[in-house]
């Protein structure tokens, strides 16, 4: 595993020139489903960027998956390097997952950032996150703001907003 490098679009549309979803300019007063598609790679490929390290961030790391993960997942590297989801009953924890993988399938995930999910319900069982408040590794690749009393103590990060979680993995203590 090793640093993910972003893989922006050949190239980003200035909304002038002619883009090969265009036959003419003045036929691009609506978007279509091509616009959206370049938008979403050129943010993405800029937010893989920027958690790479380009703004302080922990590293941007790639494995393959031992079992299905949803984005947002806390993770965790087996000894075989194979990506699960982190549990509170041993306390190990790498990261939280950019991606959805299925078994064998490749999945991204950083070790520290800013993460933003318009829906947490697979991570938190709510849609929403509570501003201001730690947050701490649950079970199987959950995160729960009630700290827990058994198991390992990890508190994972602060949700910064409604949509928005700030991710600080820190000390790890047996309960």
């Given at each position: ?22 036959t ?41 998956a ?23 009953t ?47 590794l ?9 700290v827990?009393?058994?198991g390992?103590l ?11 979680f ?10």
């Amino acid at each position: 595993m090793g640093y993910a490098h972003p893989n922006f679009p050949e190239r980003i549309w200035d909304g002038l020139t002619k883009n090969p979803d265009r036959t003419k300019i003045v036929n691009d007063a609506w978007c279509n489903h091509q616009d959206w598609d370049q938008l979403r790679e050129e943010v993405i490929a800029l937010q893989k960027f920027v958690l790479s390290g380009g703004a302080g961030y922990g590293g941007l790391y790639e494995g393959i998956a031992a079992s299905p993960i949803n984005v947002g997942n806390l993770v965790n590297v087996r000894a075989d390097g194979k990506i699960v989801l982190a549990d509170n009953t041993d306390g190990e924890i790498a990261g939280m997952a950019l991606t959805q993988a299925s078994y064998s399938q490749s999945v991204e995930y950083i070790s520290s950032g800013r993460v933003l999910l318009t829906d947490w319900t697979a991570i938190t069982s709510t849609v929403k996150l509570n501003p201001g408040v730690d947050y701490y590794l649950s079970y199987s690749g959950f995160m729960t703001h009630i700290v827990p009393t058994t198991g390992y103590l990890v508190k994972v990060g602060k949700a910064q907003g409604l949509y928005t979680f700030d991710l600080r993995i820190v000390l790890s203590v047996k309960l």
